[in-house]
């Protein structure tokens, strides 16, 4: 018999594609149930939910540095994480959870599922202390990922905006990984559910070369036709030197794909997403 999902934080990148994957689910964002409400999550009607599929973050990670959301950061990253865990106990829910290798400080890469936690940032910190409230559960998935593209504000919808422009950005190049298309997220999650995956954390990224930020918008440049445009390398250090309250980065965001893949899930090229991506994007 097919599981019942309920998706919360519905209305994001990637609570929007688990909601095309799964139309029959139910599903609600912060107006319908904001899950830093401990009130809301205990009384919600959780009948027949078999997994809670949790796609809410607070995720501006600069904005986390504020005094103000930090306040925020925390409240949704981890102290709601808290009230997902005690309704999923309660009701015998599975929890799948979502998580980030600004949990790391990116100096061991490719990251591997059991690194010791190192966040260098409020945001990485706040979901370091998810993880853990989730990894208290027997029946959890966390998927740690890196630079999600979907339906919503993104790097690729970024650069594609500044090269409408005829903008030659100066981007960073010493941040390295690979971007993670919601769809490619989105599959490794029906995977983990539907093959019976053992519990516990898996990352998920695309496949393929990792590369650096500035490499990702030359990339985007020459598959939307934009080669006129030239891009400019910069240090992180040097790119952040005159801006004030930035959150400081992982340099490698490469995550080590080998665990998910031994579950029998290979991952898609980023490069090939991408072309896809950039294709409907500019149609
Ligand atoms: N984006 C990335 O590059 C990236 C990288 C690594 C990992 N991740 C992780 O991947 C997951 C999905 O990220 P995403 O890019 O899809 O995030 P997103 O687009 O920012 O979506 C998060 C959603 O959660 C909602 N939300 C915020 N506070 C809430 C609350 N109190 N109750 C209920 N919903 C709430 C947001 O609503 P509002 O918009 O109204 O606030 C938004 O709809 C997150 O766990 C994130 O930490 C993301």
Same mark, same amino acid.
């Given at each position: 018999?097919?599981?019942?999902?309920?998706?919360?934080?519905? *209305?994001?990148?990637?609570?929007?594609?688990?909601?095309?994957?799964?139309?029959?689910?139910?599903?609600?964002?912060?107006?319908?149930?904001?899950?830093?409400?401990?009130?809301?999550?205990?009384?919600?009607?959780?009948?027949?939910?078999?997994?809670?599929?949790?796609?809410?973050?607070?995720?501006?990670?600069?904005?986390?540095?504020?005094?103000?959301?930090?306040?925020?950061?925390? *409240?949704?990253?981890?102290?709601?994480?808290?009230?997902?865990?005690?309704?999923?106990?309660?009701?015998?829910?599975?929890?799948?959870?979502?998580?980030?290798?600004?949990?790391?400080?990116?100096?061991?890469?490719?990251?591997?599922?059991?690194?010791?936690?190192?966040?260098?940032?409020?945001?990485?910190?706040?979901?370091?202390?998810?993880?853990?409230?989730?990894?208290?559960?027997?029946?959890?998935?966390?998927?740690?990922?890196?630079?999600?593209?979907?339906?919503?504000?993104?790097?690729?919808?970024?650069?594609?905006?500044?090269?409408?422009?005829?903008?030659?950005?100066?981007?960073?190049?010493?941040?390295?990984?690979?971007?993670?298309?919601?769809?490619?997220?989105?599959?490794?999650?029906?995977?983990?559910?539907?093959?019976?995956?053992?519990?516990?954390?898996?990352?998920?990224?695309?496949?393929?070369?990792?590369?650096?930020?500035?490499?990702?918008?030359?990339?985007?440049?020459?598959?939307?036709?934009?080669?006129?445009?030239?891009?400019?390398?910069?240090?992180?250090?040097?790119?952040?030197?005159?801006?004030?309250?930035?959150?400081?980065?992982?340099?490698?965001?490469?995550?080590?794909?080998?665990?998910?893949?031994?579950?029998?899930?290979?991952?898609?090229?980023?490069?090939?997403?991408?072309?896809?991506?950039?294709?409907?994007?500019?149609?």
């Amino acid at each position: 018999m097919s599981k019942s999902y309920f998706i919360v934080g519905a *209305n994001g990148q990637l609570g929007t594609a688990l909601r095309q994957q799964y139309p029959q689910a139910q599903f609600a964002d912060i107006g319908e149930l904001d899950i830093t409400n401990r009130e809301s999550v205990e009384s919600f009607d959780w009948s027949g939910i078999d997994v809670i599929l949790n796609a809410a973050a607070f995720t501006n990670v600069d904005g986390a540095e504020t005094s103000e959301g930090r306040l925020v950061c925390w *409240n949704v990253n981890a102290s709601a994480v808290s009230n997902l865990a005690r309704v999923c106990l309660k009701h015998d829910m599975a929890l799948l959870h979502i998580s980030s290798d600004y949990v790391f400080d990116g100096t061991k890469v490719p990251h591997l599922e059991d690194e010791v936690f190192s966040p260098l940032s409020v945001y990485g910190a706040s979901k370091a202390a998810g993880d853990a409230v989730v990894m208290t559960l027997d029946k959890h998935y966390i998927l740690r990922t890196t630079w999600v593209i979907g339906e919503g504000k993104n790097f690729v919808r970024t650069m594609l905006g500044l090269a409408e422009k005829g903008v030659s950005p100066t981007v960073v190049s010493d941040q390295v990984g690979r971007l993670t298309f919601t769809s490619e997220l989105v599959r490794a999650i029906d995977h983990l559910l539907t093959s019976g995956a053992p519990f516990g954390t898996y990352n998920v990224t695309n496949s393929g070369n990792v590369a650096s930020w500035a490499e990702i918008t030359r990339k985007i440049f020459e598959l939307a036709g934009h080669s006129e445009l030239t891009v400019t390398d910069i240090s992180t250090a040097d790119y952040f030197a005159d801006k004030e309250g930035i959150a400081p980065r992982p340099l490698g965001s490469e995550m080590s794909l080998e665990k998910i893949q031994a579950t029998g899930f290979t991952s898609r090229d980023w490069t090939d997403d991408l072309t896809e991506y950039l294709t409907k994007e500019t149609a």
